[in-house]
C-alpha cells in the first residue's frame, strides 16, 4: 500500500511561485509513473503533468506549459511540481498520483484510474 502526501500549497499573488512536494512511502517510488492533478472548486480533476519512471519523459496540460516543471528524486520517494507565474485559474487543490502499469503518455489523457492518490494541497492564487 503506498501513501502519498502532498505539501507545499499556499495563498501566493498571481506572478509568483509555489513548489509542491509529494512524499511517497509504502512502496517501490520508481516502479510508478507519478502524476499531479487538480481540482478547482466547481469543476472537474483535470491533468496537470506526468514524469516516467527514471524521469526522462514528462508531458504537462496547455495551462502549465512553460510554467510548471514535474521532477521526482527516486532516492527520497518525492515527486515535485514547480509552479511559476502563478495565475488566479491556477487556484484548486492539487492531488498528485501514482500508477504502476502505464506510462506517462497514456496518464496524460487519465483523470481516473490511478492506483493511488493523495488528499490533496490546496492552491490559492491571488489577483
Known amino acids: 500500500q503506498v501513501q502519498l502526501v502532498e505539501s507545499g500549497g499556499g495563498l501566493v499573488q498571481a506572478g509568483g511561485s509555489l513548489r509542491l512536494s509529494c512524499a511517497a512511502s509504502g512502496g517501490t517510488f520508481s516502479t510508478y509513473v507519478m502524476g499531479w492533478f487538480r481540482q478547482a472548486p466547481g469543476q472537474e480533476r483535470e491533468f496537470v503533468a506526468t514524469i516516467s519512471r527514471n524521469c526522462d519523459i514528462t508531458y504537462y496540460a496547455d495551462s502549465g506549459k512553460g510554467r510548471f516543471t514535474v521532477s521526482r528524486d527516486n532516492t527520497k520517494n518525492t515527486v515535485y511540481l514547480q509552479m511559476n507565474s502563478l495565475k488566479p485559474e491556477d487556484t484548486a487543490v492539487y492531488y498528485c498520483?501514482?500508477?504502476?502499469?502505464?506510462?506517462?503518455?497514456?496518464?496524460?489523457?487519465?483523470?481516473?484510474?490511478?492506483?493511488?492518490w493523495g488528499k490533496g494541497t490546496l492552491v490559492t492564487v491571488s489577483s
Open positions: 498520483a501514482a500508477k504502476h502499469l502505464t506510462t506517462a503518455q497514456a496518464m496524460r489523457s487519465m483523470t481516473d484510474g490511478m492506483d493511488y
